[in-house]
């Protein structure tokens, strides 16, 4: 869908860091490893609302209401919260 809609999508992680490859690296194998060709992965430390707004993004989709909030806040992106269940 997003290759059609030519949407660029990125993938936003506040994983912590572990022994090997970078966070960067280990996410994106996972995500390949699902399913999504040649992931596009920012390791954050803060808020992904700033993050958001720097990038001018227009929707977030995220399973963490705390982070759909701080979208919501700090950026003028749509936060869209995928709540398990």
Known sequence: TARRRRWEVLFITTRPSSAGDTTQRQTQRWLEAHG?????????????????DALHLDVVVDDRPENCLDVALDSQARALLIWPG
Not at 36 to 50: A, D, E, I, L, T
């Open 36 to 52: 999504f060709r040649m992931p596009s992965v920012v390791v954050v430390q803060r808020s992904r609302g700033k993050m958001a």
